[in-house]
């Protein structure tokens, strides 16, 4: 069955550092991939998304491109903040009114 | 209102009771979902409904698991005779008409505890 996987966190930064977050898939077909962000004590908010290869998703600074070839959807930022500690998570949907599947999560806090 | 609304935002409960569990989705949002975040398990679906089509219920972990959505809007989570693994934040989300995953709205959350 389809899948997402995710580097481990916790991921530790100081701020304006580069981040890079791997996410990996597994799927049937072209599915839309998601980064959702969860910042602590809040609900979890769409941060980005691309609906077919090669897309690139964008959204506060952050970027993820569809690659097909390599079936990830990293993200990155250029310089982090403080304020972009939270809990990023990655998805797929296999169809625009189907059910979101996850990673696990990664963890990211930024020290200043 | 404004969001999707959950209640209540944290339930303690007894092995072996029933909880539920209760979602107000956004006003217009035709599709509501139902996922559980749990430590180990990361965020897993458990059901979707889409306006009055059959409900997509393959995520449901256990017959112990029942949700209802009345009227095309409230819903409601069910957990029968409780287990310790059932300890868990349970997240509902609605989305408009036509946007599917690419438009939801999560709420904060249900914490269950059960003890």
């Known amino acids: 069955g389809d899948s997402v996987t995710q580097m481990e966190g916790p991921v530790t930064l100081s701020e304006e550092a580069f981040l890079t977050i791997n996410c990996t898939y597994t799927?049937?077909?072209?599915?839309?991939l998601f980064w959702y962000v969860q910042y602590p004590g809040e609900g979890l908010q769409l941060l980005l998304k691309a609906t077919k290869a090669d897309d690139k998703g964008s959204n506060k600074g952050f970027e993820a491109t569809y690659r097909k070839e390599t079936t990830s959807f990293h993200l990155e930022k250029g310089s982090v903040q403080v304020s972009d500690s939270a809990v990023y998570f990655c998805a797929l949907c296999h169809n625009q009114g189907g059910k979101l599947i996850f990673g696990q999560g990664t963890e990211l806090s930024v020290k200043p | 209102g404004a969001g999707v609304s959950q209640s209540p935002s944290n339930k303690v409960t007894e092995k072996g009771k029933d909880v539920e569990l209760r979602c107000d989705p956004i006003s217009g949002h035709t599709a509501l979902y139902w996922y559980r975040q749990s430590l180990g398990q990361g965020l897993e679906f458990l059901i979707y409904?889409?306006?009055?089509?059959?409900?997509?219920k393959s995520g449901l972990p256990s017959d112990r698991f029942s949700a209802e959505r009345t009227g095309g809007s409230v819903s409601t989570l069910t957990i029968q005779r409780t287990q310790q693994e059932d300890s868990a934040v349970y997240l509902c989300?609605?989305?408009?008409?036509?946007?599917?995953?690419?438009?939801?709205?999560f709420g904060s959350g249900t914490r269950l505890t059960v003890v």
């Open positions: 989300a609605s989305s408009p008409p036509g946007q599917g995953a690419s438009g939801y709205t």
């Open positions: 409904f889409q306006g009055n089509s059959a409900p997509d």
């Open positions: 799927a049937t077909g072209y599915p839309s």
